[in-house]
């Protein structure tokens, strides 16, 4: 008896990662059946037996015994002198079971059927990788950085298979050298080519909210509910919770006793400014929170266009805005409402702390200006300019050009 041994004679197949022996067995037998009835336009007299755990494939052709010179049909009888040549015992009218070697089929359909062969485990591979990742979309996969291009960053997952993750889902701090191990949520899974393509992200919200899952068990067990995520990415973000649970304080456990739970989630995101403030349907409320950490004088809300006028003293201008703009920028994303910020009046003097300007003048040159103890707009105004000029190391036209922004404020 010949028995054939597939899976030792492709070394393709030692390749293939994500199909189990039983599932490659089928393929086999189904790969095998086609060629047999491509050779004889039948396989219904033929016998495919698999040993799963061996990987053997053993192919059977029944013939009916017939008189000699009366064989009709070659693949379905057989003359009785051959017959007896398999078994001496056998008699016309029995059937005869035989074993088919490769040879029977010729090199030219087994060349073709190894290629078929081969071309159907890779589809399937493919196939089980989209699904998948399918499966994972929005979570948190680990991965080792295999390659680091210009445009995106090349990650193998722990079975070998390749994971992309593009510069623009990349925060901006970070940076990945081959063998680091990266964190990154299952943003997109795609066919291209017939291939699957798992896109990566770190910048995407569902990321933060992993990450809240893995480390606050609450949020984990479903006790603390994320209401909204919004963020800038590598900046500030802010997290809004709230609990049904009212011995449970949601803020309190995702910070963690002196922020040491926050804090492992911060450094995955290279020092993200976090900030969790409870969620609340009172929207005169939340707005208060979600400029946190700005203390608000009072509000006007015009519910009908989704705007709230913000109302605070001067020195609390400047945290409602934050740096860059993210933190008024972050609160309008998460309450939906576009918020705009102005000095409460009865609170306003005729000058204004120099931080207040951050939007609108480099922090270096406000540093420079409270480094020589002008930390007022005012103070920097009645200051002449060439005495400005040599007091700092500011240029005379940079010089001009605070002053008008500092006018034009108190203005």
Request: glycine share 4%.
């Amino acid at each position: 008896m010949n028995t054939v041994n597939l899976i030792d004679s492709f070394s393709e197949f030692k390749e293939f990662k994500n199909i189990d022996r039983l599932t490659m067995m089928r393929i086999l037998e189904d790969v095998f059946r086609n060629m047999i009835i491509k050779k004889h336009e039948t396989d219904e007299n033929f016998d495919i037996i698999i040993n799963v755990d061996k990987g053997d494939l053993e192919i059977w052709r029944n013939r009916l015994i017939v008189d000699n010179g009366e064989v009709e049909d070659e693949n379905r009888e057989i003359a009785y002198n051959d017959a007896v040549k398999i078994e001496p015992d056998f008699e016309i009218g029995e059937e005869v079971s035989e074993a088919i070697t490769f040879e029977h089929f010729g090199r030219r359909n087994i060349l073709s059927l190894r290629q078929n062969l081969v071309s159907r485990v890779m589809d399937l591979e493919k196939d089980n990788i989209y699904q998948k990742y399918k499966d994972q979309l929005g979570q948190i996969i680990t991965g080792e950085v295999y390659q680091v291009w210009k445009k995106e960053i090349l990650v193998l997952d722990d079975e070998g298979n390749e994971l992309i993750l593009p510069k623009q889902e990349q925060i901006k701090y970070d940076y990945f050298k081959k063998g680091d191990a990266v964190r990154a949520v299952v943003a997109k899974v795609e066919m291209r080519s017939n291939s699957p393509v798992i896109i990566l992200s770190r910048t995407v919200a569902e990321f933060l909210e992993r990450l809240f899952e893995q480390e606050v068990p609450e949020v984990f067990d479903g006790l603390i509910t994320i209401k909204k995520i919004v963020r800038e990415p590598g900046e500030r973000a802010k997290v809004a919770v709230e609990s049904y649970d009212d011995r449970i304080d949601p803020v309190g456990a995702c910070v963690g006793m002196k922020g040491s739970r926050i804090h492992s989630i911060v450094r995955e995101l290279k020092n993200e400014n976090i900030d969790v403030i409870n969620y609340t349907d009172n929207i005169n409320l939340y707005i208060q929170r979600s400029l946190s950490p700005a203390k608000i004088t009072s509000i006007e809300i015009n519910e009908d266009e989704k705007r709230a006028d913000v109302f605070l003293k001067p020195d609390q201008v400047s945290l409602a805005i934050g740096k860059g703009g993210f933190n008024i920028k972050l609160a309008s994303k998460l309450t939906g409402y576009e918020i705009d910020v102005y000095r409460d009046a009865e609170q306003f003097n005729d000058d204004v702390d120099l931080e207040e300007f951050a939007d609108e003048i480099d922090s270096w040159i406000i540093d420079e200006l409270k480094a020589v103890g002008l930390d007022t707009a005012r103070s920097v105004i009645e200051l002449d300019d060439a005495d400005l000029v040599k007091r700092t190391d500011l240029e005379e036209e940079t010089v001009k050009e605070i002053k008008k922004i500092l006018k034009e404020e108190l203005e």
